[in-house]
Structure formats: structure tokens, C-alpha cells
């Protein structure tokens, strides 16, 4: 598959990426995720929205400002909006394997239809209460095996208002590309999960 746009003029993605977006604050999260969303559904694309800052009638009703068809697009399931306790929380706390397994429904439902597969998923639940958890990195890591084994595009979203330095770094071992600032950033720090389990022990 070619590269797709994401949104944002002179900014693509390919086919097996799986990027870091960095922002500050609900509408930094908007001005990343609305044109990722938008793009994809304009382009025929099967997307997946995990929302926590805001609920996903919110991410639904901030699609509608920009686009038609959104209803349409929820009633057909070209576009799903879930909340973080249906999907990172399923059960009452995180699983690494768990989420996998969910993500790896998903994907092979689009893409055995023959649609490139976009998922968004915002980290802000790993913010409440107990620290970001090991898994939680680890899995970051593991996304970067099950990206590149399907036409799909991950998108990660985290406030930068939420997390510290320690935190960030992890972030950039464990994502090929970042966007921040209205640009898409090749990672010199990133990490193979070979790499970075080995980094870990």
C-alpha cells in the first residue's frame, strides 16, 4: 500500500507505522486525532478511536464539525469510538495481552474486508492513580511486532502535561516515529523490541 495522509498537509504515514503523538492538553489531542480520523475515513479506511480525556460521544460529535457521514460511518462500523474502561481497563485493570487480543480482532475484521486498518488510542487512563505500569511499556514495545504483520497504522496519543521526563524517554525507545508539533519525526532513539527487552535486563 501507498503512503496515507494523516490529516495534516505534507504529512503521510505508511502501512505498518506506529507513531508517537505528543501534545499538551485535550485540544493539542483534537488537532493530532480529528484530521488522523478524518483522513481515514475519507479514504475508505477502518477506524478504531480509544478515547479517556473526553468521551467518545465528544470524539464523534468533533468529527461531525468537520466532516458528513460520521453516523453513517458509526452505524456501518467503518468507525468505532470505545472508552479506555471498555479496552485498556477491560477487567478493572490493564493487560498487555489482553489489549493485543483486542487489537488483533479488530484489525483482522478490517483487514480481511480488505481495508487498511487506523487506530488511535490515547494513553491519558495510565495517568490516573498508580504510575504507568512496565506492561505498559512493554507493550508499547510489542506493538511494533503486531503493527508491521497487518495494513494498519497505530497511533499513540499522550499528553505531555501528564508524564515526566523517564516516562517520555521510554516512550521514544519504544516508537519508530514521533509527531509533535505538526510534523512527523523519524526516532534516532527507538528501539527494536529485541533491543529493548534486552535494555531491560
Not at 505534507?10 to 505528543?22: A, F, I, K, N, R
Request: charged residues 20%; proline residues 5%; contains cysteine.
Amino acid at each position: 500500500m501507498p503512503a496515507q495522509a494523516v490529516g495534516i498537509p505534507g504529512l503521510d504515514l505508511e502501512p505498518g507505522d506506529h507513531v508517537c503523538g505528543l501534545y499538551n492538553g485535550v485540544a493539542g489531542r483534537d488537532g493530532i486525532l480529528m484530521p488522523f480520523l478524518r483522513a481515514g475515513l475519507d479514504a475508505g479506511d477502518i477506524c478504531l478511536c480509544v478515547t479517556h480525556a473526553t468521551g467518545t460521544a465528544d470524539v464523534a460529535d468533533k468529527l461531525r464539525e468537520l466532516m458528513d457521514g460520521v453516523d453513517a460511518c458509526l452505524e456501518s462500523a467503518q468507525l468505532t469510538v470505545e472508552p479506555s474502561t471498555e479496552t485498556y481497563l477491560r477487567g478493572g485493570a490493564f493487560s498487555k495481552d489482553a489489549m493485543l487480543d483486542f487489537y488483533e480482532t479488530f484489525v483482522t475484521g478490517a483487514t480481511n474486508a480488505g481495508s487498511l486498518a487506523r487506530i488511535a488510542g490515547e494513553g491519558a487512563w495510565a495517568f490516573e492513580g498508580t504510575p504507568p505500569t512496565e506492561a505498559l511499556i512493554e507493550y508499547e514495545s510489542d506493538l511494533n511486532r503486531f503493527v508491521i504483520r497487518y495494513p494498519q497504522i497505530i497511533l499513540c496519543l499522550y499528553d505531555l502535561t501528564m508524564f515526566g521526563g523517564a516516562f517520555l524517554v521510554d516512550l521514544m525507545k519504544t516508537h519508530k516515529k514521533l509527531m509533535l508539533g505538526g510534523l512527523v519525526l523519524e526516532n534516532p532513539h527507538y528501539l527494536s523490541p529485541d533491543e529493548f527487552q534486552a535494555s531491560r535486563n
